[in-house]
């Protein structure tokens, strides 16, 4: 599975955004917005550099590997629809994004994590794969352990939840039910997913 344990400021300020939330790197893209390395301002992207620009920006947010990016990618192109949309869509049904989103922890690295150290159970199994894709009806709750339980207490009262229409979320019993599939209006990452999905077709 895909892990970036480098800098996340400076993927921050390469890519232009807060794809990290981490308090450093949020406070690093605040301070200088530039690109990190020589003479930022003077450079030119092609056509291709913007590409691979967007592409990086759906790896490091959702925290995939190429591979599985590629997987995905092969798994939207045979779905129905536009491919871009399809594409981050799957990436939105991620369990690990999803806790995010619901408001269970600050960050998808921690929320990652939470997942691969058995904190979380769908539909009452233990699950342990961040890429676990949800559908419509699942239910994702804190294992039944007081100190874990207590942990996310303290999370979910310094991260206010964001209201989403797809997800409802129980602060206090600790549990997120999905309530319908995330549509294009309910991705949160902005990219141009058509640019991407040229870029994968080569």
Partial sequence: MARYNGP????????SMMVYESA????????RETPPGMHPRG?????????????QKIKHFYGLGERQ?????????R???NTGQTLLIMCERRLDNVIRRAGFTKTRPQARQGVVHGHFRVNGVKV???SYLLRAGDVVEVRGRENLKNVYRGVIANNS??????ISFDS???????????????????????TVVEFLSR
Avoid: M
């Fill in 161 to 166: 939840p964001q209201g989403l229409d797809w």
């Fill in 79 to 81: 779905g129905i629809g």
């Fill in 8 to 15: 996340k400021a400076r993927v921050n300020r390469r890519l």
């Fill in 172 to 194: 206090e019993n600790l549990r997120a039910t999905v309530l319908s599939l995330p549509t294009p209006n309910d991705i949160s990452l902005p990219v141009d997913a058509n």
């Fill in 128 to 130: 342990t794969k961040p």
């Fill in 24 to 31: 450093g790197a949020v406070r690093a893209l605040e301070r």
């Fill in 69 to 77: 990016l590629r997987r995905y990618f092969a798994e939207a192109v």
């Fill in 43 to 55: 450079r030119r992207s092609s056509n291709y550099g913007t590409a691979l620009t967007e592409k």
